[in-house]
Nanobody, 124 residues
Framework: QVQLVESGGGLVQAGGSLRLSCAFS?????MGWFRQAPGKEREFVAA????????YYADSVKGRFTISRDNAKNTVYLQMNSLNAEDTGVYYC????????????????????WGQGIQVTVSS
């Protein structure tokens, strides 16, 4: 079974940056990042294919966030720039246990394994 562990969250000022990391064990295919703000549903942030070539972003983070992966280090990253208060929430790393294009995987149902989540708070 795949295991995922997020790290790198914390508190930042609006306009600042954070880089989240997701260490994974076991075989992974496409992977994604989701977030959940207080009182809201979990929402898609970004997805990446197994090789890191194909990426897909939610409109709300395009141009600000970058997803990448280093399979040699068993790690997926989410670089977050120009953060604002609306980016606040718990961020979750997810892995698909089957093949497929990350362009189609913006729903939680597309993923088979999930990390525990990590808090990101952006202050004004």
């Amino acid at each position: 079974q795949v295991q995922l562990v997020e790290s790198g969250g914390g508190l930042v000022q609006a306009g600042g940056s954070l880089r989240l990391s997701c260490a994974f064990s076991g075989r992974t295919f496409s992977m994604g990042w989701f977030r959940q703000a207080p009182g809201k549903e979990r929402e898609f942030v970004a997805a990446i294919g197994w090789s890191g070539v194909i990426t897909y972003y939610a409109d709300s983070v395009k141009g600000r966030f970058t997803i990448s992966r280093d399979n040699a280090k068993n790690t997926v990253y989410l670089q977050m720039n120009s953060l604002n208060a609306e980016d606040t929430g718990v961020y979750y790393c997810a892995s698909r246990g089957r093949t497929g294009s990350p362009l189609a995987f913006s729903g939680t149902y597309s993923y088979d394994y999930w990390g525990q989540g990590i808090q990101v708070t952006v202050s004004s």
